[in-house]
């Protein structure tokens, strides 16, 4: 899927979702900044939450993995791994990370147990970023080989509504959390 933006010279620039939050070059010499991956698709008239909204309403009902076979080899089983998709990044704001994380290390010297009784960190959504955290069918014997996001992919495509969301975010990063 291609995009475009207006430059000022009146000149409109095909883009791709890959330049979205970049700039790119026009001939006329401008610098033309090309806005975020959601608002290029609504611009595009692509509805930009339709499958974030269908996949949030299937979370809540737990209709999700929605499928009793495994995503990598198609057997029945009733294992199950959770995948992150960070769709879009946001300004991640390091300073106060990296003070979390010198606290909690200065914690871990003095009481080194007490760190376990944090809390895991949560996902949010911060800025543009819009994260998904789901359930993929996947047996005992398949999970071990899923570490590489690409297998973690072609695995989620499995589901319908996980390739929607996918589809609408092809810069989305996906990783395994257990
Ligand atoms: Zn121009
Ligand atoms: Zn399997």
Known sequence: ??????????????????????SVPCDCGRAVEVPPLHRLRAAAGEGPLSAGVQLRTMLLRGDLPGTDVCAV???????????????ERAVVKTGAD???QIGC???????????????????????????FTVPLRVCD?????L?????LRDALR?????????????VARVARVG
């Open 158 to 170: 499995t589901v319908p509504v996980y390739t929607a969301l996918l589809h609408k975010y092809p």
């Open 1 to 22: 899927m291609s995009y475009t933006v207006a430059c000022d010279c009146g000149k409109s620039l095909p883009v791709a979702a890959t330049d979205a939050g970049a």
């Open 98 to 100: 990296r003070a979390d």
């Open 141 to 145: 014997r398949c999970a071990p080989d």
């Open 73 to 87: 080899c198609g057997r029945k089983s009733d294992g199950l791994v959770r995948v992150v998709i960070h769709c």
């Open 105 to 131: 290390l200065l914690l871990g010297l003095l009481f080194g147990w007490l760190v376990l009784l944090r809390p895991p960190r949560e996902y949010r959504v911060l800025g543009e970023d819009v994260v």
């Open 147 to 151: 570490d590489h996001p690409n297998d």
